[in-house]
């Protein structure tokens, strides 16, 4: 069993920083792609960034040149640095790891937190 557990969301004031983590322990033979979405009330989930085992990296456009993705493969951790955030980012964010087990499994974080005060 593959497991993600996330940390980093909290309250910020519009123009602040945070940094979100997110690590996968249990069984697996890799870890492919690694990507965040986010969830805000009433929103349909969205991919926000994604990187891929070779470090390509895509972002929303309502996040580039804010946030960026990054991952440490040793640790099996994907980070998400947010800068110049906006209230409009308030949302719940997910990891998602594209893991390979015998076969390839999507699996989700639990979510965390992120709430940008004006």
């Known amino acids: 069993q593959v497991q993600l557990v996330e940390s980093g969301g909290g309250l910020v004031q519009a123009g602040g920083s945070l940094r979100l983590s997110c690590a996968a322990s249990g069984s697996f033979r890799s870890i492919n792609a690694m990507a965040w979405y986010r969830q805000a009330p009433g929103k349909q989930r969205e991919l926000v960034a994604r990187?891929?085992?070779?470090?390509?990296?895509t972002y929303a456009d309502s996040v580039k040149g804010r946030f960026t993705i990054s991952r440490d493969n040793a640790k099996n951790t994907v980070y998400l640095q947010m800068n110049s955030l906006k209230p409009e980012d308030t949302a719940v964010y997910l990891c998602n790891f594209l893991v390979l087990v015998i076969l390839q499994h999507n699996y989700w974080g639990q979510g965390t937190q992120v709430t940008v005060s004006s």
């Open positions: 990187i891929t085992s070779g470090d390509t990296t």
